[in-house]
């Protein structure tokens, strides 16, 4: 699900999104989501320590990401090596720092210039200062995913992402970035929704639901 130029979106009237406080005002967010047969507690416990770079794209992405390092190993006669594990702790390896956590919640950000080659390196900015952040030139992606209660024992796990930019021609340089980007970072999103789905379930809940499961 993709939306243009919101404002912050709201579950309920006292319970603001973490990303409403650090890109309230977006260009884009997309939204997906996926009901598991298990409880908040053993859920969130799956997304926050599971190996991501067991899902094939995302051990490709890093695998290319670490080839420079690799091949410098393979030029000094050392073995390369393997990429460790990745987890959502991890996400300031591929530039992403942590903007804020809570129970069942966590939200990273990342701003830069990744249209541009040799200039996809983060900007290292404070994560105090992310919201207020708008120098010229630059974009701002903001990164979530939550766990809620739906139901008696079902979790409803829902990630999304916006993007911003600081200015108009940005706004359309990154626009033809995303439309290249964008399908390949949604589908490591409903990757990781799967695993964990799969991950959590037990077999009899997983025949229960039957074919793929509730997916959005």
């Given at each position: ?13 006292d319970e603001p999104l973490l990303l409403d406080s650090y890109l309230g005002e977006y260009d884009v967010a ?85 249209w541009k080659v040799g200039a996809e390196q983060p900007l290292a900015i404070g994560r105090d200062d992310f ?86």
């Amino acid at each position: 699900m993709t939306s243009m130029r919101q404002g912050p979106l709201v579950t309920s009237a006292d319970e603001p999104l973490l990303l409403d406080s650090y890109l309230g005002e977006y260009d884009v967010a997309e939204v997906h989501a996926c009901i598991v047969n298990g409880d908040v507690t053993t859920t969130w416990e799956e997304i926050r320590n599971a190996d991501l770079s067991s899902i094939p794209v995302v051990h490709l992405l890093l695998v290319l990401r670490s080839l420079p390092g690799r091949l410098r190993a393979i030029n000094s006669g050392q073995a390369a090596p393997a990429p460790p594990p990745f987890s959502l702790g991890d996400m300031p390896r591929v530039g992403f720092q942590l903007l804020g956590e809570r129970p069942a919640e966590i939200a990273f950000g990342f701003v830069g210039k990744p249209w541009k080659v040799g200039a996809e390196q983060p900007l290292a900015i404070g994560r105090d200062d992310f919201a207020a952040f708008s120098d010229p030139g630059y974009a701002k992606v903001a990164f979530s995913i939550r766990a809620k209660p739906y139901g008696t024992h079902r979790t409803l796990i829902t990630t999304e992402t916006r993007t911003a930019t600081t200015d108009a021609a940005r706004r359309r340089r990154f626009a033809a970035y995303w439309k290249l980007i964008g399908p390949f970072s949604a589908l490591i999103r409903r990757l990781i929704l799967r695993q964990v789905t799969s991950h959590v379930e037990t077999p009899t809940a997983t025949t229960r639901r039957g074919g793929d499961g509730e997916w959005s």
